[in-house]
């Protein structure tokens, strides 16, 4: 069973708010990615870390932003929520190597009103 | 750029197997992964091939074609359970770097 954690799970707030999604593993993988998915559609990646220190944009412009001050940790910030925001978040990791699969988190569904 | 093409929906009775397709066009290709997905659940790894050839795996199987840019997910012996999304996703080589690039996922309904 894969150790990887989001929260919260759901969230509802307010248009102008400031909000931090969390997201954490403890098997030590040094990448981490995180994924935006509206109902039934496909994953788009907006933000991928291979190590401490180290983040990149993904395919997706995002207004978002990501920190990556521990290995184990990789928050995801908005600094002021608006309605086009909700959708959900999908936070995964993964070992370097060629056979590594990423191993996903169970989301944070937002909504911003 | 980079482009990962699956059908949209697909359904097949309980006990019958079923072939999801997808095609892909990028560069630096390092592997093709395949997931399943419920819905309002993460994805869950079921199979990775970065060689030409099928790669089975209880009940099922992931085939990978390079040349032609194709790949195919067979589950066999459907069960109810089974009913999920299927995504495809093509790891994609970036300098020292790799990104997963995942299609937009195709919708198994499997009916009594």
């Known amino acids: 069973e894969a150790d990887i954690y989001q929260t919260p799970r759901y969230l509802v707030i307010g248009t102008g708010k400031k909000i931090t999604l969390e997201c954490s593993q403890t098997?030590?993988?040094?990448?981490m990615y995180w994924y935006q998915q509206d109902p039934g559609m496909e994953l788009h990646l907006i933000h991928y870390?291979?190590?401490?220190?180290?983040?990149e944009k993904g395919d997706l412009s995002s207004e978002s932003t990501v920190s990556r001050i521990r290995t184990e940790h990789f928050p995801l910030t908005l600094e002021s929520a608006r309605p086009s925001h909700t959708s959900q978040y999908l936070c995964?990791?993964?070992?370097?190597?060629?056979?590594?699969?990423?191993?996903f988190g169970q989301g944070t569904r937002l909504t911003v009103v | 750029g980079q482009n990962i093409d699956q059908p949209t929906e697909m359904t097949a009775t309980e006990g019958a197997i079923v072939q999801i397709n997808c095609t892909y066009q990028?560069?630096?290709?390092?592997?093709l992964f395949w997931y399943q997905q419920h819905a309002g659940e993460a994805p869950t790894f079921l199979s990775y091939?970065?060689?030409?050839g099928l790669e089975e795996k209880g009940r099922f199987s992931s085939f990978l074609s390079r040349s032609k840019g194709y790949s195919y997910l067979l589950l066999k012996e459907l069960q109810m359970k089974d009913s999920a999304s299927y995504l495809c996703?093509?790891?994609?080589?970036?300098?020292?770097?790799?990104?997963?690039?995942f299609g937009s996922g195709t919708r198994l309904l499997v009916r009594p």
């Open positions: 995964a990791s993964s070992e370097y190597g060629e056979e590594a699969e990423a191993f």
């Open positions: 098997m030590g993988h040094d990448k």
């Open positions: 870390s291979y190590g401490v220190n180290s983040t």
């Open positions: 990028t560069s630096g290709f390092n592997g």
């Open positions: 091939n970065v060689l030409d």
């Open positions: 996703a093509v790891r994609r080589r970036m300098d020292s770097s790799y990104k997963l690039i």
